[in-house]
């Protein structure tokens, strides 16, 4: 799952920099191939392909079937960010500290309301506690960080699940 998860990724972050809006009419037909393309150039054994492909293409196409996923994905954001990548410097002694974040999806609505996305690919409806549970923390950093960049923005975050079509909000 966790290879999977990287392609969900590259591909999410494809859509959301084109626009789900944009996405060209045979997307859908070839997301399979893409995948597998994915899948061999990362190296995965051939033996795993078609359960991880299957993973993606049902995660996507989720995602382009819910509204809050298109929403998303869609590129009528006043601002959006997809995969962004960010440092944070911790400059509480002498010497700083760093920390590198990459953002999965964050976008200002046309409300000003700032719209942190960490997206999560859990199999199974059963482990979404467990997973909520385990990332809420580290949302919840992000979303401080956030803050300071983008002190007038109200800020929404939380996970989105895309096999099952559920977002948790944190904050």
Not at 23 to 28: D, K
Not at 102 to 131: C, G, P
């Amino acid at each position: 799952v966790n290879q999977a998860g990287t392609i969900l990724h590259r591909i999410l972050w494809h859509i959301a920099s084109v626009g789900v809006e944009n996405l060209p009419a045979n997307f859908r037909a070839n997301l399979s191939a893409l995948c597998l393309r994915h899948l061999r150039a990362l190296g995965i054994p051939a033996a795993e392909h078609d359960r991880a492909a299957q993973l993606i293409v049902q995660a996507v196409n989720n995602m382009l079937n819910d509204e809050f996923g298109t929403q998303i994905l869609s590129c009528h954001h006043k601002e959006a960010y997809a995969e962004w990548r960010l440092t944070n410097v911790l400059a509480t002694t002498s010497d700083p500290q760093f920390s590198h974040i990459r953002l999965d999806r964050v976008f200002v609505d046309q409300t000003d309301r700032l719209w942190l996305i960490d997206y999560k690919l859990i199999q199974s409806a059963e482990n979404l506690a467990t997973a909520v549970q385990k990332n809420t923390s580290q949302v919840l950093g992000y979303a401080e960080m956030l803050k300071r960049l983008k002190p007038d923005c109200a800020i929404v975050a939380g996970l989105y699940f895309p096999l099952q079509t559920h977002w948790h909000q944190v904050l």
